[in-house]
């Protein structure tokens, strides 16, 4: 399964960028989640949201909670990420990742790197102060 990101960038403190990803190897239909992850310098990746492809729940990071928003385009294939008033702790790569629903759930969060299987090749955000 193969997971194309795009959409980083630099932007100021307060800005907005949206980033995108495109799964062409899964059905929508079928029980995927499909999350978005970030790692900073020195740090460990850490889950930011996610959302079920088959019943559409979202999930976020307490940090980003009213300020990020994913949502999916199942005739896309394509889960995006908007990156609402951005802060410089928000700057990391951020990674796209796949992972089949039911191992998701037995790991008991849609936030935790390691129920996922497939992943991007992962995106640079920069937010300046």
């Known amino acids: 399964v193969q997971l194309v990101e795009s959409g980083g960038g630099s932007v100021q403190a307060g800005g907005s960028l949206r980033l995108s990803c495109t799964v062409p190897?899964?059905?929508?239909?079928?029980?995927?989640?499909i999350g978005w992850f970030r790692q900073a310098p020195g740090k460990e990746r850490e889950g930011v949201s996610a959302i079920s492809t088959s019943d559409h729940q979202t999930y976020y990071e307490d940090s980003v909670k009213g300020r990020f928003i994913i949502s999916s385009d199942a005739a896309k294939n394509t889960v995006y990420l908007q990156l609402n008033s951005l802060k410089p702790e928000d700057t990391a790569v951020y990674y796209c990742?796949?992972?089949?629903?039911?191992?998701?759930?037995?790991?008991?969060?849609?936030?935790?790197?390691?129920?996922?299987?497939?992943w991007g090749q992962g995106t640079q955000v920069t937010v300046s102060s």
């Open positions: 190897g899964i059905t929508f239909d079928d029980y995927y989640g």
């Open positions: 990742a796949a992972g089949y629903e039911p191992d998701i759930r037995y790991s008991g969060t849609y936030l935790h790197v390691r129920a996922y299987d497939y």
